[in-house]
């Protein structure tokens, strides 16, 4: 058995293994910050799996925008919080219902998604389902990065427009919300001071 | 199969250990010239010339005692040096010596080599966190805020980079400048790069995080023997990465700067070699000449300056190589 293979059959099972233990942690840690750092950990397997999908750009993209700079943004948010120990209660039990209908409603639509875009699961035999799957070795004449900037740049830079349009309104919004003008602030204004004449700046005057 | 484990461990190993020599040599090194900038000798000593400082240092920080503070979160106290030093250690992992000598000739590889240094904030956030202690902490957080700002500029760069070579791949990135050095059309980006890597690892003129006169040593205040090796090898390490990426992207990699018999007379990994040891030295003439920037300077320069022009530079770019048709 090639050493490639037999890695790659093992690491999908102990990344997800290690992804859902510390997906159960990130809920059950008492300490927030053990809690976010947990979060970190289920980032960096999900990229993980991104990579063994032979989906390298986006498991980078993964790294960098949500590991990052989201999750130490958040990290900071939760270290500068006055930290308290969380008690876990009985009164979680209250919400579990409500988590049990939005997994299911979860479940039900990642279903869909891959009864109607991907794989059609039940319309067809087992033997079709397997050449579907090839689909990922079918495009590998072409890199990841050429391909999504193909897709979006091209074919779909309408959403990719407004996507971005959506974001920097969120962000001016936050700006707006929280920004506070302080009127009698001395603030340094690096151009006057470089461009002002050594003459003009010491006088000499004549006391009577 | 064990023996294609050993040769991947051996490949590994043929990385790992000549890197730990060097960055050995490069703290000598960095005494050595500061010494001669300051007009002093430096540590001769040890050995011929002081050769054999390093590992007298090392030495001695290996028999000191590992003191965990009482007040520590124990468990990320121990991990936060172990994951800087690791991250110091992966990237290298997708750096080419020469061509074809690479250990992972991966197609992201540059976006690779960016998102294991936006990793590294995470060693010193926790380890700050986890000593429990108000200078550690601060100095965490000064340089958690340092690193992720100046990542947005390395970012923009590697863009432009990244339109003229029209590959994430690192080997082809050196393969490209095969006519003309990066660093050539793109000199200002070239002197932006270097000044962001001098934020990035957090060397001075921006050494903020530990200033040594007003925060004790910052993030790493409460380590002591391996645990403050560990961040001084992966602070030295990634210096020395930062210098090869940067030689990568702008100074040609492994190429000679002609294709000339006299040039072309040294191997090919010789001239990588000396484009790295050319940046490590301005590192260190940087670190003797320069003052040490204000926090509030830092971060002007940082989201004011570079942010702009390294956005600016990006559409420019583009839109010459779209004018001439070269993409």
Redesign the interface.
Known sequence: MNIGHFIIANLFYFFSFLMLISAILVIGSKNPVHSVLFLILVFCNAAGLLILLEVEFLAMIFLIVYVGAIAVLFLFVVMMLNIKLIELNENLILYLPIGAILALIFLFEIFIIIDTDLIPLFSLNFADTLNYIKWTSEITYTTNVARLGSLIYTHYFFLFIIASLILFVAMVGAIMLTLYKNTNLKRQVIYKQISRDFNKAIKLQYLK | ?IL??LNIIIKILAIIVPLLIAVAYLTLAERKVIGSIQRRKGPDVVGVFGLLQPLADGLKLFIKETILPNQSNVL?FVFAPILTFLLSLISWAVIPFNYGMVLVD???GL??I??IS??G??GI??SG?ASNSKYA?LGA?RS?AQM?SY?VSI?LIIITVLLFAG??NLSTIVAAQEYVWYCIPLMPLFIMFFISILAETNRSPFDLPEAEAELVAGYNVEYSAMGFALFFLGEYSNMILMSSVATCLFLGGWLPPMDLFIFNWLPSPFWFGLKISFLLFVFIWVRAAFPRYRY?QLMRLGWKVFLPLSLGFVLLTAGVLLGFNYI
């Open positions: 199969m294609e484990l990320i991966i197609n992201v976006l690779y960016f998102a936006s990793l904030v995470y956030i926790t966190w902490f957080l958690a992720v990542e970012g590959s994430l509030d």
